[in-house]
């Protein structure tokens, strides 16, 4: 089995803010003050989370439709993230995932559950968070 490693760097602005940049190309700028203030300059870093989520499982969805021959007509996902606080801290305690798929006419009912019943196996990002990531820390002074 190979691994794929997907780099991310981030800088401090202030307060709660970073610049992000992904493999080196795509910047971002992400603001956690949302998450604990009235601060929103910026998604957070929950925003993201549920926005990876809700995007893996669209592209996943959309994958299985066109490898099952059920065509889309169209697709909108909407993502609830749940935060709680828990032992006195804040943490994401759920995501609830709307997933509305309109397919065309050509797309037999079979073709269409088939897809229902397979897309989320696809999904890398809700089936790690759903399993748990193992985060290894190092903090270097």
Request: with cysteine; net charge positive.
């Amino acid at each position: 089995m190979s691994t794929m490693v997907v780099g991310v760097q981030l800088k401090w602005i202030s307060g709660l803010k970073y610049d992000i940049q992904i493999r080196g190309k795509h910047k971002l700028m992400v603001d956690a003050a949302s998450e604990v203030k009235d601060g929103d300059e910026a998604p957070s870093p929950v925003d993201l989370l549920a926005a990876a989520v809700g995007s893996c499982l669209a592209s996943s969805f959309t994958f299985c439709a066109s490898k099952v021959r059920a065509e889309l007509a169209d697709l909108t996902v909407s993502v609830q993230a749940e935060i709680s606080r828990v032992e006195g801290y804040l943490r994401v305690t759920g995501l609830n995932v709307t997933i509305n798929p309109q397919f065309s006419e050509k797309a037999t009912e079979k073709k269409q559950e088939r897809c229902i019943a397979l897309f989320r196996n696809y999904c890398t990002v809700t089936e790690s968070v759903t399993r748990g990531i193992p985060v290894n820390i190092t903090v270097k002074t």
